[in-house]
């Protein structure tokens, strides 16, 4: 009698086991498949997690709470409003009706879209975890109300002399950060992170002159392009080049180039003038530069090589310095590696 009832209460635990198990699993909404696609990223996020903040996301849109949306953004969104400028906003004064639907009829995931983050409603919200402080966030919110930066109207194109300088003379940090690390060494600059920023600084002390340098893999590379050598063709986006020039066009406000070494490999180079900077502005950026500043821009700039990469943009201030030898030089001021930062500078100086 002993062993029968020992007996019913093992099947008992058994089965109300197996009850439990089958509750959690229905209570998930991510798959075998998802869990799978953790793993290959190394499990620095957990499918139902990345699924329950997309939730929560979608929740505070359906209550129009902008305040809260906004504080799950680190700093500043790299697409979509500042904060600054949703501030003391209404929901219906930074989205629409038709965007607010379309994201609450989305279905939250439970993997992302590769190394690019989760997604909702085709990429209206992108949002990712932060491995290193263990907490989720917003990054880009697309489709948003957009903030007019300059009222004044602006040049298209940069022209010196009558002729518009080509998107790929302006030289940007690279994705690598290899031309940046080698200035960086050879000159021994201390704080990396601040050159990075703030290259102006720099130049004219640490780094002595505006001349290219050879690098460790035998090649030259400049900060500061040489309007000479920039017009003749021969600067691309940091490195110095012999190629054949070619004049760029003007697509929608902005100045666009297509270079190509083969016919089955083209970059793309493109720039937007977003802001003029006052030429006091432009001095104190650059305080160690013996030249004049004749002008000074934010611009927008970037370049595509193809791929699923997109293009690789920055926001830059740079500044057309003259000296007395007849030499000029467009020379990086300042790099903001988000629109919105940019934009929160121009504020601060205006």
Known sequence: MKNIYILILTIMFCLNS??????????LNCVEKDRKYAEFWKNYYDPEEAYNFGETIKKLVKEKNLKSIFNLVEGELTSGPRKDFVNNKKFSDIFSDKWRNSLLESKSPCSPVGWRGFMLDNGSIWFNKDKDKNKWYIFSILGAKKEIISEKKLPIGWKVSEKIIPPQCFSTKWISGDNYEEFSEKFDIKNYNDFLNNPGKFLGKEIPNLEPINTSWDEKIYLAASLKDCFKGNLRGGGIVKTTNVDPKIINKSIHNKICSTKSSCTEYSYTILSKIPLKNCKNLAPHIFGKCEASFLISVGDYSGGSIGWDMSYNI????????????????KNFYKKNNAVNYLRSIN
């Open 18 to 27: 197996s009850l439990t198990l089958s509750k959690e699993k229905s209570a």
């Open 318 to 333: 740079y500044g057309l310095f003259s000296f007395n030898d007849d030499k000029k030089y467009i020379v990086p001021l």
